[in-house]
């Protein structure tokens, strides 16, 4: 079975500074692979998703940015964080026709 | 129209009682149907997937799938105080990526 890795957990940055969360599954190939967000309270937001290496589909327009360098590999990032950036981001993904979702443990991110 | 619709809750049960969680979804043509439990601060994690008309039982929770009525839910017998968490319905439609809709979820408590 397939296993997401990110990280970090948790993150404290200040407005204006860069962001790179990077996010690597193991136990599948060619997966599908997502980046959500989710506001304290509120329902999962789906950010960015790519079906193929250097393949990003952006489903919000916002100043982030989303990359898949590797088949494994999916690095969202920012070149200059906004307070409204704060939220739990987590990274996903899924394989085939008909198969579920599975989501990596989250980075908790806090713009001050 | 949303896709997927869930009542918010929250939703509160005695412990030892038969917890019932709802989710209408808005186009017939999905395929595959989902239930996430997310505690508080964590990430979703899959514990049910349905696929055909009809019930599907794992332990103590049980799925049940009316594409008639377009209606899918999530039946836990005897709640546990660890079943407290919010509930997210997740509705697939025919392939490819980027094809799953996520309700906002069902905030369940099992008082104890």
């Known amino acids: 079975s397939q296993t997401i890795h990110q990280w970090p957990a948790t993150l404290v940055q200040p407005v204006g500074s860069p962001l790179s969360l990077e996010c690597t599954v193991e136990?599948?190939?060619?997966?599908?692979l997502y980046w959500y967000r989710q506001a304290a309270g509120r329902g999962l937001q789906l950010l960015f998703y790519?079906?193929?290496?250097?393949?990003i589909s952006s489903e919000v327009p916002q100043n982030l940015s989303a990359s898949r360098p590797q088949d494994r590999q999916f690095i969202l990032s920012s070149k200059k964080l906004l307070l409204s950036d704060s939220g739990f981001y987590l990274c996903?993904?899924?394989?085939?026709?008909?198969?579920?979702?599975?989501f990596g443990n989250g980075t908790r991110l806090t713009v001050t | 129209q949303k896709e997927v619709e869930q009542n918010s809750g929250p939703l509160s049960v005695p412990e030892g009682a038969i917890a019932s969680l709802n989710c209408t979804y808005s186009?017939?043509?999905?395929?595959?149907f989902f239930w996430y439990r997310q505690y508080s601060g964590k990430s979703p994690e899959l514990i049910m997937s349905?696929?055909?008309?009809g019930d599907k039982e794992d332990g103590r929770f049980t799925a049940q799938l009316n594409k008639a009525s377009q209606y899918v839910s999530l039946l836990i017998r005897d709640s546990q105080p660890s079943d407290s968490a919010t509930y997210l319905c997740?509705?697939?439609?025919?392939?490819?990526?980027?094809?799953?809709?996520f309700g906002t979820g069902t905030r369940l408590t099992v008082i104890p």
């Open positions: 186009d017939r043509v999905s395929q595959s």
């Open positions: 997740a509705v697939k439609k025919q392939t490819g990526a980027n094809n799953l809709f």
């Open positions: 136990g599948t190939s060619n997966p599908n």
């Open positions: 790519s079906v193929g290496i250097g393949q």
């Open positions: 996903a993904s899924d394989r085939a026709y008909n198969s579920p979702l599975h």
């Open positions: 349905i696929y055909s008309n």
